[in-house]
């Protein structure tokens, strides 16, 4: 039995393929909010108690028997642990190319959470570790009002901005620059309401290194969920020496049976880029599909118009993804990409495969 999975696993992983991943629909599919199952209240990075209980119970295809045992992350009242490690095995075939394939570790990370006045006052580590050398994604002091409808953070975050979505190279997250490998320091006002859940940052624009000059970026995003769907904006402005770069974006999730879809767009001021600037505009459809209990199939569809001036020079991609999580804290997943961009280049136009397992807790 095992040996037909391994089998079924491998040629879909040749059929299919991607390095997409995306988590806000399981936000969408149960109707709440990404601060019902994260620490970080913007999403992303390291589950809560709900969190970890639901991948648990909720997400697999079968829950192994632990005995009395239950992996909640806390290891006291106030200290938490978490983290995730990602390997994978990649195919890339490029027009008039050799085709390349790697096996490689894409990322290695691990959480922790201290809580001096449990619920109020937070302390968290977000540590890349592999592959390459360590490096600090996030690193914050978080303190809630006593009600828990606004909180404050300082140190290295995430910008709130768009959907969460886990898959940096997403164009809706590589173009405007705001993804979880772009993290900057400065301040997070934010407010959890019942429906509502909005947040302001005040950073360096720095995407994380040293501040290089006395402009400082705001970035804001506001969003409204209900249970069935949700619609947000966003808006980031970047006051920099280099050239200041503006941000404005829509985003939104629907539910319908057992499909959960996404939506992105975001439209781009540069004006480091080019002589006198450059505007773009990015977009984002999903659809994912869970069929089964552990099985999931995301679709998605991209669009990239890197110049707004200048004619037939957009870039689409299309993605096939499917997700399995067979038992608590692993999951494999396999799917294709295929990019569609100018013809005169090839790279605008492979198609990438890849099959990768994600072991979390």
Same mark, same amino acid.
């Given at each position: 039995?095992?040996?037909?999975?391994?089998?079924?696993?491998? *040629?879909?992983?040749?059929a299919f393929?991607?390095?997409?991943?995306?988590e806000?629909?399981?936000?969408?599919?149960? /109707?709440?909010?990404?601060?019902a199952?994260?620490?970080?209240?913007?999403?992303?990075?390291?589950?809560?108690?709900?969190? &970890?209980?639901?991948?648990?119970?909720?997400?697999?295809?079968?829950?192994?028997?632990?005995?009395?045992?239950?992996?909640?992350?806390?290891?006291?009242?106030?200290?938490?642990?978490? %983290?995730n490690?990602?390997?994978?095995a990649?195919?890339?075939?490029?027009p008039?190319?050799?085709?390349?394939?790697?096996?490689?570790?894409?990322e290695?990370?691990?959480?922790?959470?201290?809580?001096?006045?449990?619920?109020?006052?937070?302390?968290?580590?977000? =540590?890349?570790?592999?592959?390459?050398?360590?490096?600090?994604?996030?690193?914050? #002091?978080?303190?809630?009002? @006593?009600?828990?409808?606004?909180?404050v953070?300082?140190?290295?975050?995430?910008?709130?901005? %768009?959907?969460?979505?886990?898959?940096?190279?997403?164009?809706?997250r590589?173009?405007?620059?705001?993804?979880?490998?772009?993290?900057?320091?400065?301040? =997070?006002?934010?407010?959890? %309401?019942?429906?509502?859940?909005?947040?302001?940052?005040?950073?360096?624009?720095?995407?994380?290194?040293?501040? &290089?000059?006395?402009?400082?970026?705001l970035?804001?995003?506001a969003?409204?969920?209900?249970?069935?769907?949700?619609?947000?904006?966003?808006?980031?402005?970047?006051?920099?020496? #280099?050239?200041?770069?503006?941000? /404005?974006?829509?985003?939104?999730?629907?539910?319908?049976?057992?499909?959960?879809?996404?939506?992105?767009?975001?439209?781009? &001021?540069?004006?480091?880029?080019?002589?006198s600037?450059?505007?773009?505009?990015?977009?984002?459809?999903?659809?994912?599909?869970?069929?089964?209990?552990?099985?999931?199939?995301?679709?998605?569809?991209?669009?990239?118009?890197?110049?707004?001036?200048?004619?037939?020079?957009?870039?689409?991609?299309? @993605? *096939?993804?499917? =997700?399995?999580?067979?038992?608590?804290?692993?999951?494999?997943? &396999?799917?294709?990409?295929?990019?569609?961009?100018?013809?005169?280049?090839?790279?605008?136009n492979?198609?990438?495969?890849?099959?990768?397992?994600?072991?979390?807790?």
């Amino acid at each position: 039995m095992k040996r037909s999975w391994i089998r079924i696993i491998a *040629l879909i992983a040749v059929a299919f393929a991607t390095d997409a991943t995306a988590e806000p629909w399981f936000a969408v599919q149960q /109707g709440v909010k990404c601060v019902a199952c994260h620490v970080n209240p913007t999403g992303g990075g390291m589950r809560n108690e709900f969190g &970890t209980t639901w991948s648990q119970r909720v997400l697999p295809a079968r829950q192994l028997d632990t005995g009395d045992f239950n992996w909640t992350g806390a290891l006291s009242e106030h200290i938490a642990l978490g %983290g995730n490690v990602r390997a994978s095995a990649t195919y890339v075939d490029v027009p008039h190319q050799d085709s390349t394939s790697e096996f490689d570790i894409d990322e290695a990370r691990v959480y922790l959470l201290l809580e001096p006045i449990p619920q109020r006052l937070s302390l968290y580590i977000d =540590e890349r570790v592999a592959p390459g050398s360590a490096d600090n994604r996030e690193l914050w #002091a978080q303190f809630w009002w @006593s009600d828990r409808s606004w909180y404050v953070k300082a140190g290295q975050l995430y910008l709130p901005y %768009g959907l969460r979505l886990e898959d940096d190279t997403a164009f809706v997250r590589q173009v405007p620059g705001i993804n979880m490998t772009t993290p900057d320091r400065g301040i =997070e006002l934010g407010y959890e %309401g019942l429906n509502w859940t909005a947040q302001l940052a005040v950073t360096n624009g720095s995407a994380g290194g040293a501040e &290089t000059d006395n402009g400082k970026q705001l970035s804001a995003r506001a969003e409204y969920v209900a249970s069935a769907w949700r619609f947000g904006a966003a808006a980031s402005f970047n006051d920099a020496d #280099a050239g200041n770069r503006s941000l /404005g974006g829509l985003f939104a999730g629907l539910r319908t049976g057992p499909v959960s879809w996404l939506a992105e767009a975001d439209y781009i &001021t540069d004006d480091a880029l080019g002589e006198s600037g450059r505007d773009q505009w990015v977009g984002l459809v999903e659809a994912n599909w869970r069929f089964a209990a552990g099985h999931n199939l995301k679709a998605t569809a991209e669009f990239f118009e890197p110049d707004v001036d200048v004619d037939e020079d957009e870039q689409n991609r299309w @993605s *096939l993804v499917w =997700e399995f999580v067979p038992v608590q804290f692993v999951q494999l997943r &396999t799917g294709v990409r295929s990019y569609d961009g100018i013809p005169q280049n090839d790279l605008q136009n492979r198609t990438t495969a890849f099959v990768q397992l994600n072991a979390y807790f």
